[in-house]
């Protein structure tokens, strides 16, 4: 960290903020892509479901949304050099925010559908923020796009041309690289990996269908697996770990369990693991990448998840080994990735 | 059709040969982009299983294939006029060739892996090729990468900058159009979408998996569900109009007795409709195309088979109505737009 004086190097100071379903993620880049400042403060979450909630209920939700993300922006703000106020040349305020937000958000910058963060769905987003921080050049764009952004730049894809990156985290985000480039697609809805449907049959997804990828093979899917594990007797000694009750079983219980060695736990990451490969290798269907990154909290647990999930890719992935291969590699950036590049993105002015 | 007499114009031919699971069709596209010839032969097919073959007898395979797509040249070039041998501007045998493969088509134009045309696997497509149309430039790609440059540059899906052409035949082929661009991936391997499993326990695929999405979705996977149909005694009607033995019914049957009017056929094309829509909306999910082409010749059926594709995409597309729409139409070129494509390939020495 620095402190700011009002000195040109502060001019190339970008800030990201990543709106994740249970906090939200800032960061303060420099012109030498050094992060020089972080903040978080937890998501705000309403007790009252959103489901049947009026248009004005919702519209409150997202704007206490949009308080966490101003609140994460002036604790940056205050990290890197309010003592730069005023300064002519890179005026107090004047820093340009990237924000990424997991879902559909569409070229305007509206949220159009996000399972994951419901209370800022339909609402304006773009206005909700940029009201909030007012004479700031705000880019405003999806969280994984950003990610991948940021992977493909300074991080764990730079040198590959084609490049998917897959966060693991509530849900499932996806960042996809074509020929050098993060694409969008049509609408800006490209890289919804997570709700590609893999079992018809499956358990339901808040998005309002079954069996989508990321009910397998995200944290909320380990949560799910390891509930179901628990229920079955199948992990007494997680259940001990999370105060007895197999209905309260959350996947961190089950990572730290299975980072400490209980083998029961362990099946049940290798379980995700497997299904983390099985999605991976129909997407390397579709969109054929040289590298995929594996970013999002879930990834902390390593190899454990790591090792099963290349195997199960190599396994399942169409041609098998008559196919050069692919390499799935953690991200460099760990959980900061969609900070990281709503940054660089908001410096840049989008995903260019 | 015309003759050629060694006329500048001549020299705007250019033949494309698309090898398809069951027939090697060959077209001749003029400089106006009119196909002026067409001829077609049988995909050779030796009685042998590929399954435990030498190398020396799947490249006698191979090359058989090869034999067919120079015939299919050859009576191309005697339909526009061999008179035109020897004219300097355009010599007799100089057109280019394009030529479409089913599977991943690597970009040295061989085969890497091919579940419907495993003649012509690993063996080097383009020397066996090329050795038999000497002095010719010949272009090879995945057939679905020729198809959707035809349909986006001439076809149904012009003016769209995101599209994805889905060909529904023996399997599913893939061709994605990003920005305006064939995208094929980092080894050439992009789109190859019907081997994206949608159901792990569902029926094998000769890709050595299960449950891929052409199982359900095409050509072959009618075939399939309608012989389960007609063993459990649900299709009387096609089973009688395929000479009363429920394991020789073929997808051709039920469509022909689904447009007759057949209420059981019916209901099996409107099963694989679902699939078809199911798939597309997980395409969608990744990709967010603005328009989807249908090709392949399961798309003869019409509104039979679209009608429910369209609902079932609308049904199950993520973000369903908050999402700006997505079009379905069939192929302008028909059981042609592989060729098509590849004579458009040959012209421009590849996808661009």
């Given at each position: 960290m620095r402190s700011g004086g009002g000195s040109s190097a502060?001019?190339?100071?970008?800030?990201?903020?990543?709106?994740?379903?249970?906090?939200?993620?800032?960061?303060?880049?420099?012109?030498?892509?050094?992060?020089?400042?972080?903040?978080?403060?937890?998501?705000?979450?309403?007790?009252?479901?959103?489901?049947g909630a009026s248009p004005t209920e919702i519209g409150d939700q997202g704007a206490a949304v949009a308080d966490a993300v101003a609140e994460v922006v002036a604790q940056l703000e205050a990290a890197v050099g309010a003592g730069s106020a005023g300064a002519a040349d890179a005026p107090w305020g004047a820093r340009a925010v990237g924000v990424g937000a997991p879902g559909m958000v569409d070229r305007a910058g509206r949220l159009r559908f996000s399972p994951n963060l419901p209370q800022g769905q339909g609402?304006?987003?773009?206005?909700?923020?940029?009201?909030?921080?007012?004479?700031r050049k705000v880019v405003i764009e999806n969280d994984a796009n950003f990610a991948v952004l940021a992977e493909h730049r300074i991080g764990?894809?730079?040198?590959?041309?084609?490049?998917?990156?897959?966060?693991l985290g509530t849900g499932i985000g996806g960042g996809i690289v074509i020929d050098g480039r993060?694409?969008?697609?049509?609408?800006?809805?490209?890289?919804?990996?997570?709700?590609?449907?893999?079992?018809?049959?499956?358990?339901?997804?808040?998005?309002?269908r079954r069996g989508c990828w990321e009910r397998f093979a995200s944290g909320g899917g380990l949560g799910l697996l390891a509930r179901e594990a628990a229920l079955a007797g199948a992990l007494p000694g997680v259940v001990?770990?999370?105060?007895?009750?197999?209905?309260?079983?959350?996947?961190?219980?089950?990572?730290?369990?299975a980072?400490?060695?209980?083998?029961?736990?362990?099946?049940?990451?290798?379980?995700?693991?497997?299904?983390?490969?099985?999605?991976?290798?129909?997407?390397?269907?579709?969109?054929?990448?040289?590298?995929?990154?594996?970013?999002?909290?879930?990834?902390?647990?390593?190899?454990?998840?790591?090792?099963?999930?290349?195997?199960?890719?190599?396994e399942?992935?169409?041609?098998?080994s008559t196919r050069p291969g692919t390499v799935i590699v953690p991200a460099a950036f760990g959980e900061r990735a969609g900070a990281v590049g709503a940054a660089l993105g908001a410096r840049a002015g989008g995903l260019e």
């Open positions: 502060d001019a190339g100071v970008a800030f990201g903020v990543d709106i994740g379903g249970t906090k939200v993620l800032g960061i303060a880049l420099d012109a030498a892509d050094a992060v020089v400042a972080e903040a978080r403060v937890a998501t705000p979450r309403s007790g009252t479901p959103l489901e609402v304006d987003w773009r206005v909700l923020i940029g009201e909030r921080l007012p004479g764990a894809a730079t040198g590959y041309r084609h490049v998917v990156m897959v966060t993060v694409q969008v697609g049509g609408h800006g809805f490209a890289g919804e990996i997570g709700h590609m449907v893999v079992d018809p049959a499956g358990p339901p997804c808040p998005c309002g001990a770990r999370s105060g007895g009750d197999p209905e309260s079983v959350r996947g961190e219980d089950v990572t730290a369990a980072l400490s060695g209980d083998p029961d736990a362990r099946r049940v990451v290798e379980e995700v693991g497997w299904w983390v490969g099985f999605g991976l290798a129909n997407l390397a269907c579709v969109v054929d990448p040289e590298c995929i990154v594996l970013g999002g909290g879930l990834v902390g647990v390593g190899d454990l998840l790591l090792g099963p999930t290349r195997r199960a890719f190599a399942l992935v169409e041609g098998g």
